[in-house]
């Protein structure tokens, strides 16, 4: 099989960190060739880390010489719409970190344009390819724990990861940090509860950094016959993603991070029958991380962008859908820009109290 030819825009954290590793990790179905960044410098240290031939600091100039199949857009998501649409002029498949644009109107954009060159987009909601994510939507789908009757996810950032960044990009979002890992909690929310139709929001200022807007969120997303709750803290110092999902006869738990899952089952509250389901759970937890620990072992162990990276390839070479559509990305920057304008009116009414 013919390697698939990709090249980098954005030689920052999230390319350093899960991109590159992801494309090197797939080396013999895909050869990453270049890396864009405006900063070269930058790029360059990157590109010498990783052993990247070449860097660029224009994407047009890297894309007449390298002719990439697949251009992966790592920049801030304020440029992600003129890099697509960039790219795909010039007949490339694009993978988009989240959010894929800031507005729906720019969405539309990247979707009319995939449309018209005949190229693929893949979004990256990386979230969705945790194993145990991955598992509960199967569960779900097969009714293992009855109908779907709501969710819960909590997500814990530390506060040195952007709150306490003056100079983070993600700051200068519409909303503050919720911009960054706000589209983790929708597009895993639209996973099992699809359309979202309504949101209510609450957020608290309690750190004191004044380019940050706000660091503790309260957001339910409500849909046709079933809510998510959601908490996102961004003032301590630990991370955390947990999901639950709550059916007629059962409860799935998730530790994304953790990477196990639990199937809970607990319709009575006598002793006994508590202590079983206690037991229960305590065992698969144990068999989750044995199962973690021999991928591991075996080399067969991928994390989500691990695994992102090798669907869309395999998608770019059989031409076959992609794992995360551009479909799917525009109603995720759809429910995040909900959020955000409930934020905005939550604050215009306080204000207008305040000067009542």
């Known amino acids: 099989m013919t390697r698939v030819k990709a090249a980098i825009v954005g030689a920052g954290l999230i390319a350093g960190k899960k991109h590159i590793p992801a494309f090197m990790k797939h080396r013999s179905k895909v050869e990453l ?34 002719k990439p199949d697949l251009v992966d857009i790592c920049t801030p998501p304020q440029t992600h719409v003129r890099l697509a649409i960039e790219a795909m002029k010039r007949g490339c498949h694009v993978l988009i970190e989240k959010p894929m644009a800031l507005t729906v109107a720019e969405c539309d954009q990247i979707v009319d344009a995939a449309h018209e060159y005949g190229v693929k987009v893949c979004v990256g909601h990386s979230d969705l390819f945790y194993y145990p994510f991955m598992e ?13 009757r709501g969710m819960r996810i909590f997500l814990s950032t530390p506060t040195n990861y952007m709150t306490s960044q003056e100079n983070h990009w993600a700051h200068k979002l519409p909303g503050g940090v919720i911009g960054e890992s706000g ?50 803290s961004y003032t301590t110092d630990q991370w955390a993603a947990r999901v639950d999902l709550m059916g007629s006869t059962g409860i799935l738990s998730l530790d994304l991070e953790g990477m196990y899952l639990v199937n809970s089952r607990r319709p009575t509250l006598k002793a006994v029958p508590v202590a079983l389901s206690i037991l229960s759970e305590s065992g ?34 059989n031409d076959t859908p992609s794992p995360v559509s551009a479909e799917e990305g525009r109603e995720a920057v759809r429910v995040l820009n909900m959020i955000v304008d409930k934020l905005q009116q939550n604050e215009q009414l306080n204000h207008e109290t305040m000067g009542a």
């Open 33 to 66: 060739t270049a890396l864009c960044d405006l900063n070269q410098e930058g790029a360059r240290k990157l590109a010498t880390e990783f052993g990247v031939p070449r860097v660029y600091a224009d994407i047009g100039e890297m894309i007449e010489k390298e």
């Open 136 to 148: 509960a939507r199967e569960l779900v789908a097969k009714g293992t724990i009855g109908e779907l």
């Open 183 to 232: 589209p983790h909690i929708v597009y895993m929310t639209l996973a099992f509860i699809n359309p979202v139709r309504r949101v209510s929001v609450d957020a608290l200022k309690i750190l004191d950094f004044p380019w940050s807007k706000y660091d503790d969120y309260r957001i339910n997303l409500i849909g046709d016959k079933a809510a998510c709750s959601v908490t996102l």
């Open 284 to 317: 698969q937890i144990v068999q989750n991380l044995m199962a973690k620990g021999m991928r591991l072992a075996a080399g067969k162990y991928d994390n989500t962008h691990d695994i992102i990276v090798s669907r869309f390839v395999d998608a770019i070479a």
